[in-house]
């Protein structure tokens, strides 16, 4: 059974960049069909997609958020990274790793379509 684990600073000063590891066991990142996306829950509110990227290594990103966002792998470690440059306090959430499988040519943009999740990692900017 697939297991995702996020790992990074708890606490990220505005203007710097947020970067999150994902290590992933029991199931490789570039196993076909599979879509690996950093997802988060700011206080009060509901789940916000970021991106993902896929197992062929392509990778796409919310509208919102593309101009700040960068998602990474490293495949002989089996894990992916998320970089979030210039953050603000409104950027202050749990962030979460998850995966899905499709085969729709494009990869899941909605959280509830995301089967396999982390346990997610509280990420505070604040100065």
């Known amino acids: 059974q697939v297991q995702l684990r996020e790992s990074g600073p708890g606490l990220v000063k505005p203007s710097q960049t947020l970067s999150l590891t994902c290590a992933v066991s029991?199931?490789?990142?570039?196993?076909?069909?599979?879509?690996w996306s950093w997802i988060r829950q700011p206080p009060g509110k509901g789940l916000e997609w970021i991106g993902y990227?896929?197992?062929?290594?392509?990778?796409y990103y919310s509208p919102s958020l593309k101009s700040r966002t960068s998602i990474s792998r490293d495949t002989s470690k089996n894990q992916f990274t998320l970089q979030l440059s210039s953050v603000t306090p409104e950027d202050t959430a749990v962030y979460y790793c998850?995966?899905?499988?499709?085969?729709?040519?494009?990869?899941?943009?909605?959280?509830?379509?995301?089967?396999?999740w982390g346990q997610g990692t509280q990420v505070t900017v604040s100065s």
């Open positions: 029991g199931g490789s990142i570039t196993t076909n069909y599979y879509y």
């Open positions: 990227i896929a197992y062929s290594g392509s990778t």
């Open positions: 998850a995966r899905a499988g499709s085969r729709a040519g494009r990869g899941p943009t909605r959280p509830d379509e995301y089967a396999n």
